[in-house]
């Protein structure tokens, strides 16, 4: 079974401090991505990345940026955190052409940020 | 662009009945994918099933089945024989085929209550 680990399932940060969620998945996936997931707005996403040191913008990339320095990992940072950003963020992945794969989710992190 | 529209915010059923979960889609990509996931309370998504655009067959996939309409746009998901353990939220999500991006489109999502 495919495996996505999160870092962390809760967090609690303070306005201004620089923040890394952390992704790791075990099967070789060449997509990954992060999703800001609020009730009522579903699942946003905030950046993906098709190959190592490949990142593309979603549709909410402002305040966030992202590493991929090695396949299997998947970093989201927030610059300097605001208290706008406490969500839920869920990492994803998936094999390949992301028509025909379904994508395989890590457990989330709910971010809290004072 | 891919939209998703999931109309039901919410969904009640008796355990052992069976639910459908609407889910209706437009995109103009000739080839595409379509997905439906499990949200349990806990958070994470959980992969239930998947129709291809060219697929002839309804997908099933043990008490889940896909009632794929295309002419109608419409890819509903039937849960059989309810379980309390299906309470959860359901996303329905789309994704382009060859040639297309990598991003998949996620509707807002039905939550389903299922009473014993």
């Known amino acids: 079974d495919v495996k996505v680990t999160q870092s962390s399932r809760y967090l609690v940060k303070r306005t201004g401090e620089k923040v890394f969620l952390e992704c790791v998945q075990d099967m070789d996936h060449e997509n990954m991505f992060w999703y800001r997931q609020d009730p009522g707005l579903g699942l946003r996403l905030i950046y993906f990345?098709?190959?190592?040191?490949?990142?593309e913008k979603g549709d909410i990339p402002e305040g966030y940026s992202v590493s991929r320095e090695k396949k299997e990992r998947f970093s989201l940072i927030l610059e300097s955190a605001s208290t706008n950003q406490t969500s839920m963020y869920l990492c994803a992945s998936s094999e390949g052409q992301a028509g025909y794969q379904p994508q395989h989710f890590g457990d989330g992190t709910r971010l809290s940020i004072l | 662009a891919q939209k998703i529209t999931q109309t039901q915010p919410g969904m009640f059923v008796q355990e052992k009945e069976a639910v459908t979960l609407d889910c209706t889609y437009d995109t103009s990509d000739p080839s595409y994918g379509l997905f439906w996931y499990k949200q349990p309370s806990s958070g994470e998504m959980i992969f239930l099933i998947y129709?291809?655009?060219?697929?002839?067959q309804n997908a099933t996939e043990g008490r889940y089945s896909l009632n794929f309409q295309k002419a109608r746009k419409s890819a509903n998901l039937v849960i059989s024989a309810s379980q309390l353990g299906d309470s959860a939220m359901y996303f329905c999500a789309m994704s382009p085929g060859p040639g297309g991006s990598y991003i998949p489109t996620f509707g807002r999502g039905t939550s389903l209550i299922v009473h014993p």
């Open positions: 990345s098709y190959d190592v040191k490949m990142k």
């Open positions: 129709q291809g655009s060219y697929d002839q």
